[in-house]
């Protein structure tokens, strides 16, 4: 089973989360994404949730926030663009969301319907006052994880973890 | 399908149907529901209010719901939000949290931005949609005579429950609920966490 390179970085992603006491893992399934929720689904303090549409997961993360718990949205990057309504939670309410953006139209894209939202990904999230932190290599992962848990840790500020595909590698076309 | 017009005053219903709301915990959509549930709890701690957002309680519910299982959580919204991320009742059916009510005051308009009709004053139906996402048990309330029955539904039906309330398309408490998203978050968060 666990031969893939995927394998290794999400058990690790996923012990530094839910050693942080996130326990919700609010989800619209991605390749990228699909290890780190079969592990959330598999250990008894953290839960996947499927969602229908990724913003719906901006709202479950605010509302568990209101009572001090803490969760994770995990999404591909085309989904970034329907949470930007409900990122006013963010600036306006400084509801500490942290998000997992796996990208496409991105590092050695095959599918031009991915780049308009790909490339939009970022500005996206500065715009609406989401810090964003950038995994490029292996060696990026744990620390960049790190910084976007803390600095989302105490309220009034979000943070997006974006694995880009130069790191996760390029679906072929 | 032709239903019968609404008769129910939207201002005489949360009331009823949540004649005690201390140990609950309330979250609402925008505009006229929102009001009307600030009006319920005179816009106290165990309540948080959206002026934006459009769709969002339901989902922020359920958050509420998921990471607090041990206390009772109902969301108040309008027909409209509701439709604008009705996937979102799917996404409840499907993690079933038990301790979750949705009531949706259904005026068939969008009061908030001059009464234009919406969709469930022409053929769109919730309840249906509401069962077919797959919540565990649904209910349709349009006349005062089901006000006793629905209060009931509301604290014995198996949850998650989602609940149907058709109104007239007249106004809501005028109530003036306080505006600062920022406010409103730390004065929900410290109630609860100082409660437990």
Known sequence: MSTEPRDSWSSELFDLLVGAGITLFPYVPDAGNKRLIELAAAHNESRPVLLSSEEEGVAICAGADLVGQRGVLCMQSSGLGNCTNFLSFVKGGGFPILMLVTMRGDYGEGNPWQYPMGQAVEPILHTMGVLTYRVETKEDLLPAAEAAITSSGNGRQAAALILSQRFLGAKAF | ?196
Request: charged share 20%; aromatic share 6%; with cysteine.
């Open chain 2, 1 to 196: 399908m032709t239903r019968p017009a609404p008769v129910l005053d939207r201002r005489n219903v949360l009331s009823r149907l949540f004649p005690s709301t201390d140990d609950m915990l309330f979250i609402s959509g925008l505009a006229g529901p929102a009001r009307d549930a600030a009006q319920l709890l005179d816009d106290g701690d165990n309540l948080f209010t959206m002026a934006g957002t459009m769709g969002a309680a339901v989902p922020m519910g359920l958050g509420v719901a998921l990471a607090a299982p041990e206390r009772q959580v109902a969301v108040i919204n309008g027909d409209g939000e509701l439709l604008m991320k009705i996937g979102s009742l799917a996404t409840v059916a499907t993690m079933a949290p038990e301790n979750l009510s949705i009531v949706c005051l259904d005026n068939g308009c969008h009061g908030e931005t001059g009464g234009q009709t919406g969709h469930t004053s022409h053929r769109t139906d919730l309840a249906k949609m509401a069962e077919g996402a797959g919540i565990a048990s649904v209910m349709v309330l349009e006349t005062e005579d089901q006000m006793d029955a629905a209060a009931k539904f509301l604290v014995d039906a198996p949850g998650p429950r989602f609940l149907q309330v058709r109104v007239t398309d007249g106004p809501p408490h005028p109530y003036k609920r306080n505006f600062d998203p920022a406010y409103c978050r730390t004065k929900f968060r410290d109630a609860f966490l100082g409660r437990r």
